[in-house]
């Protein structure tokens, strides 16, 4: 087998690859501003069905940012905290309690969807709010905001980061805010992306969960998939892509120099 | 600036970790103020643990208790105890420019702005690191992040100077310029300091006084000179320089060694002893010498080390002078003075 | 600051995340378990799942379809992954950009990106069209569910592999050539178990995934017999919340038990999403 075959074979797979993902992104994207779908592009280009979407749909959007920013708001506070006990104290109890952590990662969100309406689907004013979906939200994201920060955490010397900052006198607070926080930023940064795409695209909980008065912009989307036009359900999927693809770039970008660094 | 020195007095200080490991067994110990003490001794022997005794970063065993000039500090964390901590790995905050390092003890203890520029001024000026004010910690090279350190820790003008292996991560060359620094440094400030160094060298040059530990005991403690011509004991004396054996017997005036004999001035019987490579001579052509043969020659610049067997039961280090010619395969004949020996008790 | 006081400080920094998933994990996950237990059959329900013909024939062909993905996905992006990892040439960026884009990516909008393809008025039943005249569309059925899974596991994996890769050592490679290793030898004898670890993990969130997505199924059709459908329906349809339960927590524990035996075999973290 020669050289120039091998990579002109591992190109063509890989170019088809890529083209699998990117192509039905793409269509879908035009097809939210295609007149006719149906009839192809020479029907014309509209933003009309985007209007529709937004007239539509617009209560789902501002749930879902809103979902995702309290998410976000409830992973940081419960996680950076936890992230940080079980960096400073790496034992078989505490690896223990970071596996149950990540419990409600490995278990389909059907199951703890169900779990919780079991649970607490009782209780009317929590149920019927958005708050009850929050919940799931952070159950499924407070692990991905765990793990970025303790990696970043378990990458510096946080040990003599801190008796460093001990012997100059800092206090607990004073360690906490003014040197390991500022030190793990970029596993922060990373978790809060994760968390907040997640959030936003979470469907298998949230249509478990979702009431006719707190649907999210996912849960939206089935919605109009099944009810509505192509061309209606593809406008509104431009909207995701257009609200996600951001972050999901931003995430690329944090991730890629310290790839490069790590070599 | 003078930062008047401060006695330590450790007292009963013992250290058992939770897993049971005893690190370090009772020690009373005293430093003089404005002294310059180092622990030396190989890793595990209970010299960092005794520093961060000292520091605060860990709590001796019920007994123990810990004194600066007369307070007692044995309950106090690290925190309150105003020390100066140098470590191996520098411990410097990668968030925070050099200057902001060396700011950040006095931003804790509520320092003024401009008292604060000043004193980091100050610490850039007398660590020769001014230009490097506004670097981040990842653009210094290991012998600026040690400066940096030490300016860090000097800067809140400690009781007391902690160093942890300051120099181990650096080379070689890096870490005679640095060694060189702190002593002038120590000397000027007059300030209290622990140094830990598992380096030999490094604990001749900087210290008044070594604490040499093994296993979580001192095993000796003196000025550099007793340590290294007065080792106490078989440990002590391998672990500072090289060491040679010597087991002879001496009859009749004579000391009888397998390479031959040397007249000797004492009383009959065996005789065990160690003694320095440096100790060891060529006999000059005509006086008394004890015959062997170079097993191997290194040239090292300055002089050269020969293995030489045959003198005496085991094979002898020697430290030659650089201009005589000797190879692998020579015979010599080898020379010592009596008083250059040590004596082992065991 | 002595131990004691450290551990409580730490136990309270701990104790918010705990109690989080205590309360609303734990808790619930243990009605679950009560209430599958709690239905005509009680805790027969368990047993439902290899008895009732209809649950292990979807037990059967999650399985199958999971375990199909996750060989496929395996293999094309150990090739790709590679690829990207070890040749350098204009483009290269964006190609590793668009396919590791599609990470979280919802499953309804995977489903939906499947419809584009292979749905009615998709572009591979107009390309069959005016190719050979008849139209082919798989979009709404098992094919189109291997196909929407295929999507949301490659930039998972990916991912993976290319990390994996960029941390072989080269001087392997380079002993097994100077030894007269031919390229296809090295890959099997040197490359391939130099990426296990990272397969065997990624594989196993793949299946894990896989296993458990419903979002997906649920856009493309919802007469599909996967587990998940199935729990949905007779959560939904037929109001049989013992089984639907019992039904949940089962799979659940296989993914979770896949994943566990995945992190013990690689030694690695790993964790499912979507």
């Known amino acids: 087998m020669n050289r120039p075959f091998l990579f002109a074979a591992q190109l063509g797979l890989t170019l088809l690859v890529a083209a699998f993902l990117v192509i039905p992104v793409l269509m879908s994207m035009l097809a939210g501003v295609t007149v006719n779908f149906f009839q192809g592009i020479s029907s014309g280009l509209t933003l009309r069905w985007v209007w529709r979407v937004l007239d539509l749909y617009a209560d789902t959007l501002a749930l879902s940012l809103g979902l995702a920013l309290a998410c976000l708001a409830c992973t940081l506070v419960l996680g950076v905290p936890a992230a940080y006990a079980l960096a400073k104290r790496p034992s078989r109890l505490t690896r223990l309690i970071e596996e149950m952590l990540v419990v409600p990662v490995a278990v389909p969100g059907l199951a703890t969807a169900l779990a919780l309406l079991i649970a607490y689907g009782g209780f009317r004013e929590f149920r019927t709010s958005a708050a009850f979906i929050l919940v799931g939200h952070v159950l499924f994201t407070l692990p991905f905001m765990i793990r970025a920060v303790l990696a970043v955490l378990s990458s510096i010397d946080l040990k003599t980061l801190e008796e460093g900052a001990r012997s100059l006198g800092a206090s607990f607070p004073h360690r906490f805010f003014g040197v390991i926080l500022p030190n793990c930023r970029s596993g922060i940064l990373a978790g809060s992306l994760m968390v907040v795409t997640l959030s936003i695209g979470e469907f298998n909980l949230t249509w478990m969960l979702h009431t006719p008065l707190t649907k999210t912009l996912p849960v939206g989307l089935a919605d109009s998939y099944a009810s509505m036009r192509l061309e209606i359900g593809s406008a509104y999927t431009l909207i995701f892509f257009i609200l996600i693809l951001p972050l999901l770039m931003a995430m690329q970008a944090l991730s890629r120099p310290r790839r490069r660094k790590e070599t | 600036m003078t930062t008047p020195g401060t006695r330590i007095r450790l007292t009963g200080c013992a250290k058992t970790f939770a897993d049971g490991t005893r690190a370090l067994e009772p020690l009373d110990l005293e430093v003089n103020a404005g002294e310059t003490l180092v622990f030396l001794g190989p890793s595990g022997c209970g010299k960092t643990t005794t520093l961060r005794l000292i520091a605060g970063l860990e709590m001796p065993d019920a007994c123990g208790r810990i004194l600066f000039d007369d307070e007692d500090v044995t309950a106090l964390p690290i925190e309150k105890r105003n020390v100066g901590m140098v470590f191996q790995s520098y411990a410097l905050f990668p968030n925070m420019s050099v200057a902001g390092n060396i700011a950040y003890g006095l931003k804790i203890r509520r320092v003024p702005e401009a008292e604060r520029r000043r004193r980091v001024a100050e610490m850039l000026e007398m660590m020769r690191i001014t230009e490097l004010a506004d670097r981040s910690i990842d653009q210094l090279s290991g012998g600026q992040r040690q400066r940096v350190a030490l300016a860090r820790a000097l800067a809140v003008e400690p009781r007391v100077l902690l160093l942890d292996e300051p120099l181990t991560a650096l080379d070689a060359k890096l870490r005679e310029d640095l060694r060189l620094e702190i002593d002038r440094l120590l000397r000027r400030l007059g300030i209290t300091a622990i140094y830990v160094t598992h380096d030999q060298a490094e604990a001749m040059a900087l210290g008044d006084r070594i604490v040499v530990m093994s296993k979580g005991k001192v095993a000796q403690i003196g000025r550099p000179r007793d340590i290294y011509l007065k080792p106490a004991d078989r440990f002590v004396a391998d672990f500072i320089g090289n060491i040679n054996r010597l087991s002879g017997m001496v009859r009749n005036g004579l000391l009888e060694l397998p390479g031959g004999t040397l007249p000797w001035d004492s009383p009959d019987g065996p005789l065990q002893a160690a003694l320095r490579p440096e100790s060891l001579r060529i006999a000059e052509d005509g006086l008394p010498g004890l015959t062997g043969t170079v097993i191997s020659a290194f040239f090292l610049g300055d002089r050269q080390r020969l293995l030489v067997e045959g003198v005496a039961p085991e094979p002898l280090i020697v430290d030659a002078p650089n201009r005589i010619e000797i190879s692998a395969g020579d015979t010599v004949r080898l020379t010592f003075d009596a008083d250059a020996l040590i004596p082992l008790s065991h | ?274």
């Open chain 3, 1 to 274: 600051m002595s131990d004691m006081r450290e551990n409580t400080l730490l136990a309270l920094l701990l104790a918010p995340a705990l109690l989080v998933f205590v309360a609303f994990f734990l808790l619930p996950i243990g009605r679950l378990a009560l209430a599958a237990g709690s239905g005509p059959d009680g805790i027969m329900a368990y047993a439902a799942i290899l008895t009732d013909a209809r649950y292990r024939e979807s037990l059967i062909a999650t399985v199958l379809l999971s375990a199909g993905v996750t060989l496929a996905t395996l293999a094309l992006c150990a090739v790709c992954g590679l690829f990207l990892e070890r040749n350098r040439f204009p483009g290269r960026a964006v190609l590793i950009g668009i396919m590791t884009l599609p990470l979280s990516f919802p499953g309804v909008v995977v489903g939906f990106l499947v419809i584009m393809l292979a749905g009615r008025q998709g572009l591979i039943g107009d390309l069959t069209q005016a190719l050979t005249g008849s139209k082919l569309v798989f979009a709404y059925s098992m094919a189109g569910l291997f196909i929407g899974y295929l999507y949301f596991s490659i930039p998972r994996v990916i991912l993976t592999v290319m990390a994996s890769a960029e941390k072989l050592d080269r001087r392997l490679e380079e002993a097994a050539r100077s030894l007269g290793a031919s390229t296809f030898a090295v890959t099997r004898d040197v490359i391939l178990p130099g990426l296990l670890p990272a397969l065997l993990s990624s594989g196993a969130i793949c299946f894990a995934t896989s296993m458990g997505a419903f979002g997906t199924a649920f856009t493309l059709a919802t007469n599909i017999d996967v587990l998940p459908m199935v729990i949905y329906t007779e959560f939904t349809l037929h109001a049989n919340i013992a089984m639907a339960a019992a039904l949940s927590l089962i799979l659940g524990l296989i993914t979770w038990a896949v994943l566990a035996l995945a992190r013990t075999a690689a030694g690695s973290s790993v964790a499912a999403a979507g």
